[in-house]
């Protein structure tokens, strides 16, 4: 880390670390299990370009847990955050924890992710907080890039063959239960959203409904029936078994060797 | 050899090159964003091309090691993200030494968001020229390549495959 990045310079606010904890783990939960795909692509160049959406997401995992370790007081780095927390401390949404199934379900999940996230940097590029609008600003065009890669692939497996799409609609269908758990929200948001650091989800949610309802459309895909059950723990750190899993290949070599550098 | 002012500082970081691209100085690319010397010492503000660039810490490093070897201390650098890299940033001679290099030089931005409407992933590819035979008659083969500022393209007049240094 660059030098000086530790030291504090505000007070601890917990509501706002706990919001950008929220982003950080889910950018970074999501890009491990990205990375998993490395060398297991389909073809050569979507295996590069599942390996670039990870390391996109590990870099926007980067950004946010510098400014979380200066937000929640506790000056801690990146490397800290990431390789020394235990799940519980984990406050990623459910959806981006699963294990990878197919690569339908892959990239239906990338789609859900980047629809959500598209949106919601763009409003954060006017947050209150200067280093927050910052990150927003520099990420929204590369989640660009993340959008324009999974709709395709939608519309390339959903309007393919009747193989293709019966597994991209049963990975639309295993994925929508986690979906409103992006947009829920928890008792400390109102605060942030009246101090202006945060949106709406509502606001989010409108963005990333209109996504949803043209690109499903587009693909022959049925949207789920309204109304579902939707699972909620992620941002209280109630999380599903598989994250321990992750969580121990990705963090076994920097708690073998602590402070290891190479 | 004392090296005290902000101009000898600013000739020290022009020697610094992308690792991943060495064809181009970080000076070249636009990812300087301040340079400040008081006392003796510098401070140099860095940004990266893509938030997740892989190159940042080494980039940290060479620029931190040339100005010390030329006499600044002590010397700071730090990676920030305002105002965020465009391709923009990158200067017309960097272009030329892109494209001498072999990978297609960026667009200018405005003329990429100018061309754009609608959804994301029904926009039609550009079309990138070719850097070997400077041929407008070629396809898209992938947004993503080897590094993140970098796609990859196929040229229908020569064949040959190239990268672009994605307008962004």
């Not at chain 1, 199934?101 to 209150?128: H, K, M, N």
């Not at chain 2, 600044?72 to 200067?91: G, H, I, N, Q």
Request: hydrophobic content about 45%; charged content about 20%.
């Amino acid at each position: 880390m660059p030098d000086g990045a530790s030291q504090l310079t505000t007070p601890a606010d917990f509501a706002f670390a706990g919001y950008l904890a929220r982003l950080a783990d889910s950018h970074l939960v999501l890009g491990h299990r990205l990375s998993e795909w490395c060398g297991h692509g389909p073809v050569l160049e979507e295996d590069l370009a599942l390996t670039n959406l990870a390391l996109d997401c590990l870099g926007h995992a980067t950004v946010l847990l510098r400014l979380l370790g200066q937000a929640d007081g506790t000056g801690r780095d990146e490397d800290q955050l990431a390789y020394f927390r235990e799940a519980v401390e984990f406050r990623n949404v459910l959806l981006v924890e699963q294990p990878n199934g197919d690569f339908a379900r892959t990239i239906a999940r990338v789609f859900l992710f980047a629809a959500y996230a598209l949106p919601l940097y763009e409003q954060l590029q006017r947050s209150t907080d200067a280093a927050l609008a910052a990150a927003a600003t520099k990420f929204h065009p590369e989640l660009r890039y993340h959008l324009r890669h999974a709709a395709r692939w939608m519309l390339i497996l959903g309007d393919g063959t009747d193989e293709s799409h019966r597994r991209l609609q049963e990975a639309i269908d295993a994925w929508w239960p986690y979906t409103g758990e992006l947009f829920a929200l928890w008792p400390d948001d109102p605060a942030l959203i009246e101090r202006g650091l945060i949106p709406h989800p509502d606001r989010v949610r409108a963005a990333w409904e209109a996504t949803i309802t043209e690109v499903l459309g587009q693909a022959r895909l049925a949207r789920p029936v309204a109304g579902m059950h939707m699972l909620l723990g992620g941002p209280i750190g109630r999380h599903t078994e598989t994250l321990g899993y992750l969580l121990a290949e990705m963090q076994i070599v920097a708690r073998s060797f602590p402070g290891a550098s190479w | 050899m004392p090296a005290r002012t902000t101009e000898d500082a600013w000739a020290v970081i022009a020697t610094v090159l992308d690792p991943e691209l060495p064809a181009l100085t970080i000076v070249d690319l636009g990812i300087v964003r301040s340079v400040a010397v008081a006392d003796g010492g510098v401070r140099v503000a860095i940004t990266p091309t893509f938030t997740a660039c892989p190159a940042m810490r080494v980039i940290e490093r060479d620029v931190a090691a040339k100005l010390r070897a030329a006499g600044f201390s002590p010397v700071t650098v730090e990676t920030v993200l305002a105002p965020a890299w465009t391709s923009d940033w990158m200067s017309d001679a960097a272009r030329a030494k892109l494209k001498a290099y072999g990978i297609a030089p960026p667009g200018r931005l405005s003329a990429l968001t100018a061309s754009r409407s609608g959804s994301p992933w029904l926009e039609r590819d550009r079309a990138v020229p070719c850097p070997r035979c400077d041929s407008a008659d070629t396809e898209s083969i992938s947004d993503f390549g080897s590094t993140p500022c970098k796609s990859l393209h196929r040229c229908r007049a020569c064949a040959e495959t190239f990268e672009h240094f994605k307008c962004h």
